[in-house]
């Protein structure tokens, strides 16, 4: 796997080259965000880890302008802010997953991983559920051909479902997936989400099921 790591810490790019690099990455660094989008560009990396604070030019900047050249390549935020604003602005702004600082070694090689996987994954199936249909390359969901309209959290829980149709999926499982890196949120706040988007959810020949004791899945009418 081919890894552009935009990070403006010489101590931290030497870290993540040596140590992913024992892990079979290939770790490319760039250290300015000014020159970050044609690195991008010319390395063709499979993943991006991208830091938010960079000099030359923000992070939230670079991945906006690489969405807007056409760049699809799966980004992985790396982020000291501690806000949940900050990160869901870099997931709407067009990031696929995000990691605070300071982060553990192998939750990044797992995530950097899972995101190439999804990559690769753009020739399978898409998944379907009643009039819902899942772009596996972009992680957008459509109702009957338009856009559904979701928060970052809905949109995390439906995925999730849509990836195994007819399946449980656990709330531990959910809730790692939904609320990622956020120690602080209670375990019942994956309730909250299941609630509102099965109101969205009216209408759609799809039904999002509780399953006291399993979790939650996501069946056709």
Request: glycine share 10%.
């Amino acid at each position: 796997m081919k890894l552009l790591l935009v990070e403006d810490d010489p101590a931290m790019q030497a870290t993540l080259q040596r140590a992913l690099g024992r892990k079979q990455i290939d770790v490319r660094v760039c250290g300015d965000g000014a020159a970050a989008l044609a690195q991008w560009q010319a390395l063709a990396p499979d993943v991006v880890a991208l830091d938010l604070s960079l000099p030359g030019r923000d992070g939230l900047q670079v991945l906006a302008d690489a969405r807007a050249a056409g760049l699809r390549t799966p980004v992985l935020l790396l982020t000291a802010r501690g806000t949940v604003g900050d990160r869901v602005l870099g997931l709407n702004a067009g990031a696929d997953d995000y990691l605070p600082k300071p982060f553990d070694l192998d939750e990044l090689e797992a995530r950097l991983r899972a995101l190439r996987r999804r990559q690769g994954g753009a020739d399978e199936p898409v998944p379907e559920v009643g009039a819902l249909r899942l772009d596996p390359a972009s992680g957008a969901i459509y109702l009957r051909g338009e856009v559904l309209e979701l928060t970052p959290r809905e949109a995390a829980l439906l995925r999730a479902l849509m990836a195994r149709p007819g399946h449980a999926v656990a709330k531990e499982r959910l809730f790692a997936l939904v609320f990622p890196g956020e120690a602080e949120v209670q375990a019942e706040a994956i309730e909250v989400v299941a609630y509102r988007l099965r109101k969205k959810l009216a209408g759609s020949g799809a039904s999002l099921v509780t399953l006291r004791g399993l979790g939650y899945l996501l069946k056709p009418d």
